[in-house]
């Protein structure tokens, strides 16, 4: 898993991976920064950790060809970015492209982007939510795997309606990566189908 924040979505991943029924395990955990909560909660639970930042390499590349090894060190199946601020490059998605996952807090492909839910509230939507895609090269632009809608309240603030969309969120990311490791999944130019 990739993270860059507190880390609670992985932290309900790591919930989820108690019980052998889930059929999914987390191998490694990593940062592009010092000092995430995430990286807290994988310790916390004996998962191996790494941190590659960006600012440690001459180029993008550098640090996208590092992170890249990183994680085929450990052969995940499934790359699953929750709160992970960065793209990857070329090298990594060349890697891990059509498995890596992505959770978003918008309904996409509305509001893609670092401020999605201050742009949802800033547009008076009545309606936003939380996506989770596979990814490709661009920004929150990858087929949809699932998604769903958290209402806006006329009193959110952006950490209020974070907050609510992650309590969503977090199940939503649970239980696509399940039926995902229980039952595969087909991609189809942009539609996925999970399970036959
Ligand atoms: C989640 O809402 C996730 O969708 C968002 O960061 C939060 C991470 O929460 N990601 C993005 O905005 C990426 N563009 P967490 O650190 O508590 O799991």
């Known amino acids: 898993m990739l993270v860059s924040g507190t880390g609670s979505i992985l932290q309900a991943l790591l919930n989820a991976c108690q019980s052998e029924e889930f059929g999914a395990r987390i191998v490694a955990v990593g940062a592009d920064r010092d000092g995430t909560g995430g990286v807290e909660k994988a310790e916390a639970a004996g998962i191996p950790t790494f941190v590659r ?33 960065k793209l990857v490059g070329q090298d990594f998605l060349s890697q891990f492209g059509g498995r890596m996952i992505n959770t978003h807090p918008a309904l996409l492909p509305a509001f893609p982007g670092l401020h999605s839910v201050r742009d949802a509230l800033a547009y008076g939507v009545k309606v936003t939510g939380c996506s989770v895609i596979l990814v490709d090269a661009g920004i929150d632009s990858g087929p949809i795997l699932a998604q769903q809608a958290v209402p806006v309240l006329d009193d959110d603030d952006e950490e209020a309606l974070h907050e609510r969309i992650k309590v969503v969120e977090r199940t939503l990311v649970v239980d696509t990566i399940g039926r995902m490791v229980r039952n595969g999944w087909t991609a189809s130019d942009r539609t996925v189908r999970i399970g036959s």
Not at 55 to 84: E, H, I, N, S
Request: with cysteine.
């Open 53 to 85: 930042r960006v600012k440690d390499f001459p180029d993008r590349m550098g640090w996208d060809q590092a992170l890249t090894r990183d994680c085929a060190g450990y052969a995940p199946d499934l790359v699953v970015a929750a709160g992970f601020l």
